[in-house]
């Protein structure tokens, strides 16, 4: 089982990242991609996950959720990592692990920073070169954001809207629009680290919660001021030499173990 659990904050907000084995681009074609949104869809279903927005790139996903008191990411992220891998090696006859071992989860403030997080998601695959805007890619939340979908709907657009303020769906479509085309207009569009390696990001007052309810699990654990506040950094690892040959850290100790058996042989 993941080990999600061990920095399970019931009412949070988080980013999660999961990257392919090695970083190779195993989530490249459309169908793979398909394949691990039909699961996300599944995981909605089956265990009630809150989504709130998401991006599925070639080579890992991003998924933003809310945890209400069923603590059901650890057991949604094995179901979608665990048939999403096996599906593709029962199909290319392939055998060997789909995933890093880990995902990565950062607790997000709501308001301003929840906002960023939200354009930072949709606007992965401009960074990346691949489009010009989010509403050219098909694999992320910004289209159903914009235009809900009548069926297999994903995003928990009245979630989403409450934890912004925001009064309805209208209003929600009006302004992820503007935070979006206001980010690309200034140029702003980084990679920035705070949303993947972080424990927590928002104002002082939510890291320095956040770190005192983790208690023992947050030792080592820092407070950084940053350009929109402040982020709780993780302890940084060793260099792994057997695994990288390029010297990658290892998985920081905020990403979580999933390990399954039945759901995914040969991952």
Known sequence: MARANR???PGYVWHITHRCHKREFLLKFDKDKARWIHWLFEAKKRYGLT??????????IHLLVYDGKV???????????GRTGREYNQRKNRKGAFWEDRYHATAVKTGKHLISCLAYIDL?????GVVQHPCEWGYGGYCEIQ???????L????????L????????????????????LK??????????????????KEFVTETKAKLGSRAIGRREKENDEGYELKESQSPYNFVFDPKKCALRLKNDHLWQVSSLNSGT
């Open 7 to 9: 920095h399970h904050l």
């Open 51 to 60: 989504i709130l927005d998401f991006t599925v790139t070639s080579n890992h």
């Open 71 to 81: 603590n059901n990411i650890p057991t949604s992220i094995q179901l979608i990592a």
């Open 124 to 128: 992965n695959m401009v960074r990346a």
């Open 147 to 153: 235009n809900p979908r009548q069926r297999y709907t």
């Open 155 to 162: 995003i928990d657009r009245q979630k989403l809207t409450a």
């Open 164 to 183: 912004l303020d925001i009064k309805d769906n209208d209003q929600l479509a009006e302004y992820h629009r503007k935070w979006v085309e206001e980010v």
């Open 186 to 203: 200034n140029g702003t569009n980084q990679r920035d680290a705070k949303w993947t390696q972080s424990i927590a990001v928002g104002d």
